[in-house]
Structure formats: C-alpha cells, structure tokens
C-alpha cells in the first residue's frame, strides 16, 4: 500500500532550524507534484511549498527566503529545510504527494500523517 512516511518535526526556539523528511513507499510507478501544508491551531490547512517533477518551486510569502523544498526522485523523498524559525511557524505539517501506482493511469493524491513543528520563544 502507497503512503507518505514523515519525520522530523519537533521542538525549536525561536531562530532555530529543522528539516522535515517525507518519503513515499509502496508501488509508486512515478510521482509529480510534492509539497508541505500546515495547519496551526483553530487555522486553515495552508500550502507551505510544493516542487514538481522537473524541480520548479513555489513557496508561500511567509516562508519566502527562509524554507527551501527540495527533492530526491530516486528516493522518492521531499524534504522541507526550514530555517530562522518564528513562533507563527507552529502548526502541524503535512506532506502531499501526486503518485501513480503501478499499473494505474491517472494520479492519486496522498497524505502524510502530520509532523509537529513547535517554535516558542
């Protein structure tokens, strides 16, 4: 069965780094677009950063110039470095995948479990 395995996550201060790992398992034939979302307490699940196939990147504003997704194909992992953490950095964070299994057309969507990312003062 195809899932998406996290790690990483954990407690930092303020200013801090982490690095979230997030690899797919299972049957997967190939994998398009990756990405991180996260969700902060009593907020919307936001998209954090994605990278496509071919390696182009999108970020959202808040995290511009101090998080850099990137990806491994042969290891079918993404990874989120994040650097010069902020308390409003804290929310859960999950990563997405668009896989297509084995013997399968079209693409699926799938979810990680969710990693915390806790930044406090």
């Known amino acids: 069965q195809e899932q998406l395995v996290e790690s990483g996550g954990g407690s930092v201060q303020v200013g801090g780094s982490l690095r979230l790992s997030c690899a797919a398992t299972?049957?997967?034939?190939?994998?398009?677009?990756m990405a991180w979302y996260r969700q902060a307490p009593g907020k919307q699940r936001e998209l954090v950063a994605a990278?496509?196939?071919?390696?182009?990147?999108d970020y959202a504003d808040s995290v511009k110039g101090r998080f850099t997704i990137s990806r491994d194909n042969a290891k079918n992992t993404v990874y989120l470095q994040m650097n010069t953490l902020k308390p409003e950095d804290t929310a859960v964070y999950y990563c997405?995948?668009?896989?297509?299994?084995?013997?399968?057309?079209?693409?699926?969507?799938?979810w990680g479990q969710g990693t915390q990312v806790t930044v406090s003062s």
């Open positions: 299972g049957r997967i034939f190939s994998i398009n677009r």
């Open positions: 997405n995948a668009e896989i297509r299994r084995s013997g399968i057309i079209r693409y699926q969507d799938y």
């Open positions: 990278v496509t196939s071919g390696g182009s990147t």
